[in-house]
């Protein structure tokens, strides 16, 4: 039978399934459209996935339609990628083995934001959204990435790791911030799993390679007034310093803190009237009523404040948030297709040693955005997301071997798998529950490089 002839029988079967053929996809656009993220981001990547693509999309609108899906699919052995908004960058949600895109955007529920701060939501329920109706009755995301307008809750667990807010309140897997959710398997019953506390962890962050998330429970934390701060500064030692000061003093109340070295800020030409020629930018949010404050500490640092207005909504204009996190990257890219990036952890104590090393190896190659963090421990260090120009994957390669020779923690996002790509937990945790949930290795095949099929399948 040809590729098509099975895509047919396929979408023929999923109608049967969920009664509806307006949500089983087969145009071959759409398709493709739906099968793929923002993988293009890496050189490496791009090449290798641009014709990977599913044979159908199904769009389900709860969770009995998911796991009808997956019975469906674990019968006929098809594979399974999830998809929410498809923003992640190292195409976690390509799916590389064709078979169903199932796409969860129209399970955006959001069913009650608890009265101590806990929403309880569907997977497709975008975080803008999320921030938007938290923000109406005195909460807000702990933390978000800087894709917030699009992104779905389900991608973020799933494929993200942290952002705006995580130099107060960590990252995603950090201090209890995903209390808890449901997961559908693909066992040979699928079923709804509930999964609590510490038991969140064996399927966080694993690109819905061993379940898929139906229902989630997310910690909020209480809403504060903020407003977005940009200043400039002669030099990035100066704007790195200032920056770091106000990051690791647990006084200042903070949502964001990050710092770009020139000529970083000249790739952002929305909002070139908050940059300064041939200047680093640190660019803050900073809680309203410490503003003043701040604002004295940074021009008797020797900063120059460009901007500073309030944060109203992930709706507010400029919304500065836009040029932070992965942003920076695509701004980079935008100006100079050449630039691609890295996903890096200094060191709070040695960075400056550390940043040293890279500029006398590398000189202009690298260049420095600071993203600080607070990591699981409680400690905030220096992330980064530096954008390097890219020679060739050798050379790539070299600066993250480098990188990781001097201290330097890298999450490479030029591979398509887990295991390199930052997340995947030492302790195993995510591939045991690949093993219990989907032994079949159905759940989007490929992307957990340690799972084998042979040992654990029927
Ligand atoms: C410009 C740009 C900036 C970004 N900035 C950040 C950032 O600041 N911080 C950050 O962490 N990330 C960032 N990202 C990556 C990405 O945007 C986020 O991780 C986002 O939260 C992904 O959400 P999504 O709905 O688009 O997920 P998708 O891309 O659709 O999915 C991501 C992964 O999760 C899986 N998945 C989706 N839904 C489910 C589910 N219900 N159950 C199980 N698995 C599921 C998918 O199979 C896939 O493997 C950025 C990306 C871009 C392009």
């Not at 991608?155 to 209390?179: E, Q």
């Not at 007034?225 to 003093?249: K, L, N, P, Y």
């Not at 940059?275 to 008797?300: H, P, Q, S, Y």
């Not at 944060?311 to 500065?320: I, M, S, V």
Request: proline fraction near 5%; aromatic fraction near 8%.
């Amino acid at each position: 039978m040809s590729g098509s002839a099975n895509a047919d029988k396929l979408a023929a079967g999923l109608v049967e399934v969920i009664g509806d053929a307006t949500r089983v996809l087969t145009a071959p656009a759409v398709v493709d459209r739906l099968s793929h993220d923002f993988y293009w981001y890496s050189p490496v990547l791009r090449p290798i996935l641009t014709n990977k693509t599913g044979d159908v999309v199904v769009q389900p609108v709860n969770a009995n339609e998911v796991l009808a899906v997956l019975t469906y699919a674990r019968r006929h052995e098809v594979a399974v990628t999830t998809r929410g908004a498809g923003t992640g960058n190292y195409g976690q949600c390509v799916p590389l083995e064709g078979g169903i895109v199932l796409d969860l955007s129209l399970m955006d529920r959001l069913e009650e934001i608890t009265e101590d701060g806990v929403a309880v939501c569907m997977p497709g329920l975008r975080l803008g959204l999320l921030e938007t109706e938290a923000r109406k009755v005195g909460w807000e995301l702990r933390c978000y990435p800087s894709t917030l307008v699009k992104a779905s809750v389900g991608g973020f667990l799933g494929g993200g790791s942290g952002g705006i807010g995580s130099v107060a309140h960590g990252g995603l897997r950090d201090f209890d911030t995903v209390r808890a959710f449901e997961v559908a398997t693909m066992e040979e019953e699928p079923r709804l799993v509930l999964h609590e506390g510490n038991a969140v962890h064996e399927i966080l962050h694993a690109w819905g390679t061993n379940g898929v998330l139906t229902r989630i429970w997310l910690s909020l934390t209480p809403a504060v007034e903020w407003t977005q701060v940009t200043i400039a500064f002669d030099t990035f030692d100066e704007a790195f310093g200032f920056a770091e000061s106000v990051a690791v003093d647990a006084a200042w109340t903070k949502r964001l803190v990050t710092v770009f070295e020139w000529p970083i800020p000249s790739f952002f030409s929305p909002v070139k009237n908050v940059v300064r020629e041939g200047k680093a930018l640190a660019l803050i949010m900073i809680a309203t009523d410490e503003l003043g404050e701040l604002l004295l500490v940074a021009e008797a640092s020797g900063g120059e404040v460009t901007f500073a207005a309030a944060y109203d909504g992930p709706r507010t204009q400029p919304l500065l948030s836009d040029y932070t996190w992965n942003h920076t990257t695509l701004w980079a890219m935008k100006a100079d297709p050449a630039y691609t990036y890295l996903q890096c952890g200094f060191s709070p104590v040695d960075c400056r040693e550390q940043f040293a090393k890279l500029r006398a190896k590398f000189g202009e190659e690298i260049l420095f955005h600071i993203e600080f963090m607070k990591n699981g421990e409680g400690i905030v260090i220096p992330g980064a997301i530096p954008v390097v120009r890219f020679v060739s994957e050798e050379r790539l390669n070299e600066m993250i071997d480098t990188c990781r020779s001097i201290g330097v923690f890298v999450a490479n996002p030029h591979v398509n798998y887990l295991e390199d790509a930052g997340r995947y937990r030492a302790d195993n945790a995510q591939l045991r529950a690949k093993e219990k949930y989907d032994p079949m290795g159905l759940l989007n095949p490929g992307k957990m490089m340690s799972f084998r099929k042979a040992a654990v399948a029927k």
